[in-house]
């Protein structure tokens, strides 16, 4: 179905090809992961299986791109659109339409397919992909992960043979993320579609494919069998690092399999972990919960909210909210999408709406200062990054935040370079990956040396060294005395992360507590090593090969 022949990418000013001699074969009916580090180039593959790159991008590409005998040097992507259906990183530049029900409509027309089949096929969308209730809500009222389950069904409804999807669960929940993955490998099991998928979160993907890319950095790819080409790459997920930890073959990819080969090593475990200590039920943080339920804090908070509540319209999205912040505490905010986070987060800000309620930093009130001095109190990385980047190279955004910030000149290219190395500092920002973005701006804030940092789904975009790094960089910051809030699908990063875990519903946080308690009490936000170890204490490989003695 997709051939790749000799296929190299440079653009213009690159120091390196950023595909080189690639040759690969999808065949029809094929669900493969493109895996490798952050921007070493899986976006300009999807982008040449449908002639963007470099129809669209610039660059040069040398070799051959056939999809289903269709040639993307001589067929631009505007003649693709009936074959390939293509999904981005970024959901909201792609919508061209107002409400949900007429974004899913919008590519069949363009197809001038007949009103009744795309009536029909609208309705088999909205119920996919569990999207019903929305199907007259505006898209810009949408949280970030409803965009994103949006973006796919404008997709599908167009019925393509071929499906690229670029990060396509990034800002899913872990429910809507399975959801949205049963429905993507129902089309290739009964349908016969050919699905091409970059994800950084490898372990909510890599059980479903039949194939994976792997790109080395380099410009080159290796492709095969998952667990073969899981087993020895720089990036994997944390049920095949513990299967090599554990020296286990073939390499599990599912949750499931895992707990078949980890009967001795539970076993093992349950001896190692002090016996005292069984994870107790998440605490409910309801009015009538007795004030000793919630997590202590030792002195004054950083930041205090009380009956903080945020109304759009007729839509409460933040209900009498209560929350204090710990100088030196890492807690992370989750929650299915439109749950309320964001609003919270923005509310807490001081930028955000905010109907009702009381928000103090320092005894201040984020919303009654100057933006300068706010920043200063409260920083925040927002859920799409490119909304604080305006300058025309990343040096440019460097030194114009060091200015702003009253830091010296250097001190945002060092923390850039500390969370993500190797972005070009003369590169556009807006031709960054969505990873690089990220960081970019979390470079931009951290300048200014917050008090309060908040983080909007810090993790999209980013690969498992990048989550790495971040999380160190966050623990030193919660050292030296800041208070951080991370709002995030990725349990994963949460297990390794945060001290202290929220849960927020309908607007209303749900249940506070420390972070072993909250996320072994829901199946939805445990991570894959307590799933496979239950009922052993552990929340990943790192604490696994700490209990066993060696090196993870």
Known sequence: MIRFEHVSVTYPEAQHRTLSDVDLHIGEG??????????????????????LVPHFTGGILSGRVTVNGRDTSSHPPRELADLIG???????????????????????????IEPAVMRKRVEETLDLLGIAELRNRPIRSLSGGQQQRVAIGSVLTAHPRVLVLDEPTSALDPTASEEVLAAITRLVHDLGVTVVIAEHRLERVAQYCDR?????????VASG?????????????????????AGWSPLPLSVRDARRAAVDLREELQQLASPAVPASPAVPASPAAPKSAKPELSGSPELSGRGVTVRYGNIVAVSKADIDLASGQIVALMGRNGSGKSSLLWALQGSGARESGSVRVQGQDPSTLSPSQARALVGLVPQTPTDLLYLSTVQAECTQADQDSQQPAGTSAGLLDRILSGIDPQAHPRDLSEGQKLALVLAIQLSANPRVLLLDEPTRGLDY???????????????????IVVSTHDVEFVASTADRVLVMAE????????????????????????????????LTVEEVAMALGSKP
Do not use: W
Request: with cysteine; proline share 8%.
């Open 86 to 112: 293509v999904v981005g990183q970024d959901p909201l530049a792609g919508f061209v339409t107002d409400t949900v029900e007429e974004e899913l409509a919008y590519a069949m027309e363009q197809l001038a």
């Open 225 to 245: 069998p998952p667990a073969e080409i899981l087993a020895t790459s720089s990036v994997a997920p944390p049920v095949v690092r513990l299967g090599r930890l």
């Open 465 to 483: 060294s990048a989550k790495e790094h971040l999380t160190q960089l966050l623990k030193e910051l919660a050292a030296a005395g800041h208070a």
């Open 30 to 51: 094929e669900l493969c992961l493109v895996v490798g580090r952050t921007g070493v180039g899986k976006s300009t593959l999807l982008g040449a299986i449908n002639g």
């Open 507 to 538: 607007g209303e946080i749900l249940a506070d507590g420390p972070t072993a308690d909250v996320v072994l009490a829901s199946p939805a936000f445990a991570p894959q090593v307590a799933k496979i170890l239950h009922p052993a204490p552990f």
């Open 212 to 220: 994976v890319i792997y790109l080395h950095g380099d410009g080159t």
